[in-house]
């Protein structure tokens, strides 16, 4: 009995755990994803997308919010917004700015009068002695401050700025009567006036600052 040992019996549990040792760890994964692909069963419809939101059931009206106004309030409501109540100072303003606005409308109406038109382009198109008037009498001003204590000097100065006058004012008059001849072949019939004063008043102005400004140049014929 002692030359043998008795027969010793193992289980499947044993052997299975020792060829596993012997596995490599890459064919022991391969063998586990080929298991699991043979048990598990194959579809043979595909598979429906989720619901989308297009194919999902509308949603139904709105629930109404408030009470419908009535028709009173509703007008008054509309006519706030048409026309919104101002406070005394936004009134004063918007007053301000409407005035100003008409009166710059009634000037530019005014002013797109042919006759105007027709006086602006006579005056414009030659030089006049009435236009050097301002920055004579600058001149003059400043000679006779400078020469107060000589009396009589300034008295010389001061009646040059007389003499500059008069020639304008014969300037004036010979312009007029030029204007008033021209008035009658373009524009018969038409009333002369106020237009002498805009006459004496547009020469008056240096011609850059002439106001509608020149749309003629000197020389030019109208």
Not at 120 to 142: C, K, N, Q, S, Y
Not at 193 to 216: A, C, E, H, T
Request: cysteine-free; overall charge positive.
């Amino acid at each position: 009995m002692a030359l043998f040992r008795p027969y010793e019996r193992t289980d499947s549990s044993t052997k299975t755990d020792r060829i596993s040792s012997l596995t490599p760890k890459g064919e022991k994964a391969a063998a586990k994803t080929e298991k699991a692909a043979a048990t598990t069963p194959v579809s043979a419809e595909p598979a429906t997308a989720p619901e989308t939101a297009a194919t999902a059931t509308p949603a139904g009206p709105k629930k109404k919010q408030g009470p419908t106004p009535k028709r009173k309030d509703a007008e008054a409501a509309r006519m706030e917004r048409l026309h919104p109540s101002l406070t005394r100072k936004q009134q004063r303003k918007a007053d301000s700015v409407a005035k100003q606005k008409a009166r710059l409308d009634s000037w530019e109406r005014t002013e797109r009068a042919p006759e105007r038109q027709l006086l602006r382009d006579f005056v414009d198109t030659r030089w006049t002695v009435a236009e050097f008037m301002l920055p004579a009498m600058i001149l003059i001003m400043v000679a006779v401050m400078l020469t107060m204590n000589n009396v009589v000097l300034s008295s010389w100065i001061s009646m040059s700025l007389w003499v500059l006058m008069f020639i304008t004012i014969i300037n004036i008059g010979f312009m007029w009567r030029g204007f008033k001849r021209l008035m009658a072949e373009r524009h018969p019939g038409v009333p002369l006036k106020g237009l002498l004063m805009y006459m004496f008043n547009r020469s008056l102005m240096i011609r850059r600052f002439r106001q509608p400004g020149p749309r003629i140049n000197r020389g030019d014929t109208i």
